[in-house]
């Protein structure tokens, strides 16, 4: 990138309104500071976030609350340690894009890019194209580690500040960080996190990110990564913290009269599946195995719909549907991961797993207006039924919301006849 000349006391071309000799030029400096690789590195990365952090001002301090809540959306827990303050920065400056479809980084090296040195102007640059990952640790040689990203396998010889010192001859330890490759070396910017592999947490990772890459996002593993960093840290967060993720997954496919039939006779053939319920038309099946949270697949006249909420269970059910009906596609409902609703024209069938999911936790939950008791049991003691049906339709007076409404009026007929009882 060609460098423009600049005098000490000439306005700095960042726009700070400071003479360059009080601005930017006490960063450039810092660049020529020592001749050290792993601290000249530290130090030019370290010098372009500050410059970064003084260019945006108000802009950028205003912004960083809600984009706090946007990074943490998908984590375990919704505070952000201190030590995590550096990957939230950089996925600020460098993955999360504007309204104007850019990074702040990359605005600012297409405004200022003319009028930096060649080693923050490269710098700059190799941030911009820079992303979360995870990395799997293989071997370490004097000041360098190598390490091998677990998504893409590209490997990488990481330039640190000191010997690593981890005992190699125990289960390879996962590194979440973002890699900055610049000429002649890579260094991880800021902070790294890492995991042990000891209970399968890289497989728990690729697994998870593989999905979303292929049947959500639809994308190749370099931009999933480079666009999404606040998914990979979730999904991070709970392999770290051994929590299985909800992904809350919703699908549909489109049948035929003849291919309803089909998926219909296989569930009820096999010994893995049972019929739950029929209500409002749809016949509901869930699995005789024990699953962790909500699992069913509904048959419509029209429509198939396959709902879970863990990954094993998602792609199990995706499994079995895929031999039933082959060759057919799969449309995405509702995904946690996803952000968006449903299509408008499949708003309703999204609306049907909404109300029997709801309805299945509230078949569990003990009320104080039974004692304490859930409804589920109350439906087991004689006059149960009725009472319970009572109650729902005291309830259903005193609403005035048609969701609502709607929603009692799905667990009336639900437990109409008794089918809420296992």
């Known amino acids: 990138m060609k460098y423009t ?24 400096e810092l660049g020529e ?22 260019f945006y001002g108000q802009r950028i301090k205003k912004i960083r609350k809600s984009t706090q809540e946007q990074f943490l959306r998908f984590a375990v827990e919704k505070s952000l340690p201190a030590e995590h303050e550096s990957l939230l920065s950089d996925w600020l400056w460098f993955d999360k894009t504007s309204d104007e479809e850019e990074t702040l980084g990359f605005h600012y090296l297409k405004e200022n890019g003319n009028y930096m040195q ?54 390879p330890l996962l590194i979440l960080g973002r890699l900055v490759r610049m000429t002649g070396n890579s260094v991880f910017s800021g902070m ?66 003849e291919e309803i039939k089909l998926v219909s006779d296989s569930l009820l053939a096999s010994p893995d599946y049972a019929l739950d319920h029929e209500t409002e038309g ?42 039933i009906l082959p060759q057919k596609d799969f449309i995405n409902l509702n995904n946690r991961f996803l952000l968006q609703p449903p299509p408008l024209e499949l708003a309703d069938l999204w609306f049907m797993v909404l109300k029997d999911k709801e309805c299945e936790r509230w078949l569990d939950i003990p009320q104080n207006e039974l004692a304490g008791r859930t409804p589920r049991e109350l439906m087991a003691e004689a006059a149960g039924l009725d009472e319970l049906t009572k109650r729902l339709d005291d309830f259903t007076a005193s609403l005035s919301g048609d969701n609502e409404k709607e929603l009692i009026t799905y667990m009336r007929k639900r437990v109409s006849k008794g089918l809420g009882v296992r």
């Open 118 to 171: 060649l080693p923050m102007a490269d710098c700059l640059t190799a941030l911009n194209f820079s992303y979360l990952s995870v990395y799997e640790v293989s071997g370490f040689d004097d000041m360098y580690l190598d390490v091998e990203d677990i998504f893409t396998t590209n490997r990488y010889k990481v330039l640190l500040k000191e010997p690593w010192d981890a005992d190699m001859a125990e289960e």
């Open 282 to 323: 749809l016949r509901w099946f869930k699995p005789t195995r024990e699953t962790y949270g909500y699992v069913r697949i509904a048959l419509g006249d029209a429509f198939v719909l396959s709902a879970a909420e863990t990954l094993e269970d998602i792609i199990e059910q995706r499994r079995l549907l895929q031999a």
């Open 5 to 28: 000349s600049i005098g000490r006391n000439d306005p700095c071309p960042c726009g700070s309104g400071k003479k360059y000799k009080k601005c930017c030029a006490v960063l450039e």
């Open 33 to 54: 500071f020592s001749t050290d690789p792993f601290t000249r590195y530290t130090q030019l990365i370290t010098a372009i976030k500050i410059k970064l952090d003084q």
């Open 192 to 257: 790294v996190l890492l995991s042990d592999n000891k209970s399968g947490q890289k497989d728990f990772i690729k697994e998870h990110f593989e999905y979303l890459r292929v049947f959500l996002y639809k994308e190749d593993a370099v931009n999933v990564l480079k666009f999404n960093g606040e998914v990979l840290y979730g999904i991070f967060d709970h392999a770290f913290r051994k929590v299985l993720i909800n992904m809350n997954d919703i699908q549909s496919i489109n049948v035929n009269e």
